[in-house]
């Protein structure tokens, strides 16, 4: 038997580089086919979590709760349930009138602008003034803008006359339009045996024409 010849070396070769082809073949092939299958199982978890995700708002609107409980109150035999709510009166239209020394509290809140303390207040003024006799005066309440008269003032009118004030010699009633000097004459010429006129309280030097004007509704002296 003889060596390797020639043509045994190119056949060797040739199965060699068959082998290492195969090998390749193989290799890639294997990578290939993992590509894929990953490539699968992340598609798969995608779908997955949209599929959760778009489940998911489903579920909570179904898992919400219903709110069975009454809006009723509770009464027993010794609670009947809790007080109704005060309603509001109705506020006077434009064009209506109210007489300022006759009105209550309650119905001062019809008049649009005013409210329940606002009403007190009117009413209390008129109580130390003993009526208003023009409506002008409501400009003295504590609290009174400009504004606020504008819009009130329209809804009234002077239909009952304010009370005089009944002065003597021994008494002379507070009022918010005599101040202590003004009293102090008044007390003088009461004391001297004279009535009181506007004459002698203008010539006293202590009343001014505008104090004779505020007051002479609630002192009617000659």
Not at 32 to 55: M, P, W
Not at 116 to 135: D, N, P, Q, T, W
Request: aromatic share 10%; glycine share 6%.
């Amino acid at each position: 038997m003889g060596g390797i010849t020639k043509g045994d070396r190119k056949m060797l070769i040739w199965l060699l580089v068959l082998l290492l082809g195969l090998i390749f073949y193989v290799y890639f092939s294997g990578q290939s086919s993992a590509s894929v299958k990953s490539n699968e199982v992340e598609a798969h978890q995608v779908r997955d979590t949209i599929y959760i995700e778009t489940k998911s708002p489903s579920d909570t609107l179904q898992a919400e709760p219903k709110t069975t409980a009454s809006s009723a109150p509770i009464r027993t035999s010794r609670y009947p349930g809790p007080p109704e709510r005060a309603h509001y009166p109705k506020k006077l239209e434009k064009g209506a009138t109210i007489d300022l020394n006759s009105a209550d509290t309650l119905l001062l809140t019809r008049v649009p602008g005013i409210g329940a303390s606002f009403a007190r207040r009117i009413y209390k003024y008129r109580e130390l003034l003993g009526g208003y006799y023009v409506v002008e005066q409501l400009q003295e309440v504590y609290g009174m803008d400009r504004e606020r008269y504008d819009q009130i003032a329209p809804f009234f009118r002077i239909e009952t006359a304010p009370t005089p004030l009944d002065i003597s010699r021994d008494s002379i009633p507070r009022h918010p339009y005599l101040q202590w000097r003004h009293t102090k004459v008044l007390k003088e010429i009461l004391r001297s045996g004279q009535e009181p006129t506007w004459k002698a309280l203008m010539e006293s030097g202590q009343f001014s024409t505008d104090d004779s004007l505020r007051l002479a509704p609630y002192l009617p002296l000659k």
